[in-house]
Structure formats: C-alpha cells, structure tokens
C-alpha cells in the first residue's frame, strides 16, 4: 500500500470507531458507534450496512458507468428503460400482444392450459414450479413444486387486517388494467383475490417447520402425482412444460400437504374467477415494467408498506437492476473490467486456500465433533469447490432482440429467455460451475448440494477485499465471510 493509502485506511477506521467508550464495558460500541452516529437510512433504503450497502452502492455507480457507455445489447435496454414516456405510452399494448393474447387465448377453455403457459415463461400461477439438484442423486436435476398462491412474501402478512386492506388496493390496481373477462367487474376481481390468498396462506406450513431437508424431500414418480393429487391435472399441465412428460419421471414436492390443500383450494373456484386470478399473477409479476400506475402501486404495497422504503429509488438505479436481473452476465463482463482484475482473483483464491488450511488444522481439537462427523467434515472440506469472482463461461444474449421503442417486449423475451435456459437443465446432469447469482451482487454463498462456495466480485470489494490491503485487513473482512460459507 502507498502511504496514502495507508492513512485513508487508518482514518476509515477510526471513523468508525467511539473511543470515548471503554471497550471492557461496551466493546460494540466502541468498535461501531462512531459509524452509527454518522449514519441516517436513506429515504430509499431499508437499512444501512458498512459492508453490504456502501459495496452495493458503489457497484452500482459502476455498473451506471457501464450503461451510460453503450455497449451493444446494455446500452439500448438502458436506454428504453430511462424512456418513462414511452413505456407509459406503449407498454400497456405492448403486454396484452406479447403476454395475455398468446398466453390466454390459446387455453382451449381451460385454466391448467393457460398455468402452463405461464409456468413456461417463468411466471408462477397455482402451482410454484422450479428446477433443482436432486440431493439424493446431485447428478441429476429435477423438477420441484414448493408451497403457493402467495402475492406477498410471508402467510403471516395475510393475518394483519391493514396489511390486507393495502394488499386489496393493489389488486384494484392490477384488476383494472389487466384484461379480464367481460362479464368481470375489477373490483370483485380483487376482493376475491384477496380473499383467496388469504384462504391459500392458511394452508402454508410454516417455514419454521420445514428446516430439516429431509422433511422437504418427498420424491413422486409421475403415477404417484396421480394417484395422490388427483384434482391437478397433471398431464395437461406438465405437457405444457415438456409434451412427452419424459422428464417428469420424478417429481419433488416440498409440502406434500399444502399441495394437496391448495388443489382443493383451486378445485371449488369457478374457471371465470380462475381466469382472472392467473392475469393477475401475470400481470403481478410484470408490474415493474409496465406503465406508471402500476409501478407505483407495486412500489407503493412491496417496498413501501411491506419493506419501509419512503420514495422509489432513482430510475437510473432501477433500470441497472433490472440490466443485472435480465443481462447480468453482460453487464458483469465489463463490471469485473472495471472494479476486479485477474490479480485480486488470485489473492482472493489464496486467502480461501489458507482458511480452508487453517480449518482443517483446526479439526481434531474440536471436541464437540465425534470421530464419525470428523471425518465427514474433513473429506467436505477436501472436495469443496471454489467459484471466486465471476464464471469461466458468460452466457450469450445475442437472441434476445433489443427494441428500444418496447421496453416490456424485450424485457418479457429476456424473461423468456431465462426460463427456457431454466427449463432445459431438466435435459442435463448437473453442473456445479453454473452460478446462482451475477458476479455484481454483493453477497456469497455455500451450496451444500454440489459442496461448493461463492464469492462474486460483487463482494470482493472494499471494505471486506481489496489486493492491496494488508493480510490481517482482509482476513478481518472476506475472510470472516468466507470462513462463515466453509462452515456451513
């Protein structure tokens, strides 16, 4: 480190620190307070975090100086994002072309057509479809039905009569907008949605419930689906996914009992109110795209009364989350150019390569852990997998056809786009190179399934990595982190 550099480190963390306080009687304090006290949560912001938020905000900024140079396929869909005029203008007709007409009118009269449809695109309708490893046979991938008929994130939200009465002006909203059948007024469309989900979270197991992986693991052949959830149908359903049904020899299904209730649930509703549900979970899920109204309705219930958040972000930081949502491996390419290099790779891999040392080192004085558990930690530890900064293969958007003048069209392709590829590793073996988030994002994780831990370049950055820090800094920081993710 320059000596500059050195004293701009010392000074970030005295500034942080209370020194007024004496660490024997307050240590948290001592060490945190002085950031505390300087810190006010932005009006656009939830919470504020040394780490997470300033790293976060900064790779934005970045990522903002990547769109603003226009590079092909990121500097158009930055640009039709910035054009509020012209998605207010545009975007309404824009989803009833590319999103209700060929979803809704080719349902043959029949609302497992139309979920299909949807599911295919990516949007959940009755049922919450997904790809995943199978733990039993990490080699294989398989498809999983997890618990469902939610809008908001929590069945306990369903509970809270205020909460309810914000949800309801929201599905007003969405109710309004949305094509519907003729003979539906919005307003009863939305007060019986409400009061669907409110009935569907009832059905929820609790999340608390559900911790032990072998609670969730209930592996059905495609018969046993029949036989044991007889109100789905399920051939007309999956067929929409994969015509053969071949790749639905196994199935999983998280809570066997919830889907067993919601298929009563949804049995005993009228295919007029079925219908006009699945628009609005269409419509739902494509709120952030279409025109103001409706953004500012979804903002309004999610981010504001759900999460806290008093005004929406800029639209410059909302079109570059939405870039890293639909182009992150684009936007990464150039984001890693600029704030990662092949060095800080390198140093990044030798820190995790002295704590995994360390930690084994560190195995057989651990009393607690019998002979058995040793063992098995030290060959997890042996086989572990290291993915740090980005993916050594980026994905290809060069499909995905870039309309400047429809910004929902290109963002419902890029949607499209996703869930295909999603769809399509039923038809591999597994692959623990692929990454489950965008080298930008500011977070890691362990994969306990293929045994193998994360670090985007997202996190690689200061204030818990920098390659010119000295050792004992970043140990302190990705260090701490990264000895979290071994240990799990």
């Not at 994002?81 to 072309?97: F, M, P, R, Y």
């Amino acid at each position: 480190m320059t000596e500059q550099e050195q004293s701009e480190l010392v000074a970030s963390i005295r500034a942080t620190l209370n020194v007024s306080v004496d660490p024997c009687d307050d240590f948290y304090e001592f060490v945190c307070g002085g950031w505390i006290s300087n810190q006010t949560i932005p009006d656009d912001k939830t919470q504020v975090q040394r780490g997470f938020s300033v790293i976060r905000d900064r790779n934005e900024a970045i990522m903002k100086m990547v769109a603003e140079e226009d590079h092909p396929i990121i500097g158009p869909y930055f640009k039709s994002c910035l054009n509020i005029s012209k998605i207010d203008e545009v975007s309404a007709g824009s989803a009833l072309q590319n999103l209700y007409t060929p979803i809704f009118s080719s349902r043959n009269g029949d609302v497992w057509t139309i979920a299909a449809n949807l599911s295919k695109i990516g949007i959940d309708s009755f049922l919450s479809l997904g790809v995943t490893v199978d733990p039993k046979e990490p080699q294989k991938q398989i498809l999983e039905v997890m618990q469902s008929l939610l809008s908001m994130p929590s069945p306990d939200l369903y509970k809270n009569d205020d909460i309810l009465a914000e949800f309801l002006k929201y599905a007003s909203v969405i109710s309004q907008n949305m094509p519907r059948r003729s003979d539906s007024d919005p307003k009863d469309i939305a007060r019986a949605i409400v009061d669907f989900e409110k009935k569907a979270a009832e059905l929820w197991t609790p999340l608390s419930k559900l911790q032990d992986p072998l609670t969730t693991y209930n592996k059905f052949s495609f018969a046993e689906l029949e036989t044991k959830f007889p109100l789905i149908p399920w051939k007309k359903f999956l067929s929409g996914l994969d015509p053969d049904l071949k790749l639905f020899e196994n199935v999983l299904v998280d809570v066997p009992e919830n889907l067993l209730q919601t298929s009563l649930l949804i049995s005993v509703q009228s295919s007029q109110f079925l219908e006009n549900y699945l628009a609005f979970r269409a419509f739902s899920s494509v709120a952030n795209l279409l025109p103001s109204n409706i953004r500012d309705s979804h903002f309004e219930l999610f981010d504001h009364v759900l999460s806290g958040a008093k005004v929406k972000p800029t639209r410059e930081i909302e079109c570059i989350r939405l870039l890293d949502l639909h182009f992150g491996d684009e936007i990464a390419k150039y984001f890693v150019q600029k704030a990662f290099s092949v060095e800080a790779k390198s140093k990044s891999l030798e820190i995790i390569k002295d704590l995994k040392a360390a930690f084994g080192n560190n195995l057989p004085s651990v009393d607690w852990m019998d002979d058995v558990t040793r063992a098995k930690a030290k060959e997890k530890l042996s086989q572990m997998t290291d993915l740090i900064g980005y993916p050594d293969k980026w994905s290809d958007y060069s499909s995905i056809g870039i309309n400047e003048n429809d910004f929902f069209g290109t963002s419902l392709t890029a949607k499209t786009f996703a869930a295909k590829n999603n769809w399509a590793r039923l038809t591999k073996p597994s692959d623990k190179t692929v990454w489950q988030m965008s080298p930008p994002t500011v977070n890691a994780y362990y994969d306990s399934t293929f045994n193998t831990i994360n670090f985007p370049a997202g996190i690689l950055q200061p204030v818990f990595f920098k390659n010119s820090y000295p050792s004992y800094m970043n140990f302190g920081g990705i260090g701490m982190v990264a000895g979290h993710e071994i240990s799990q």
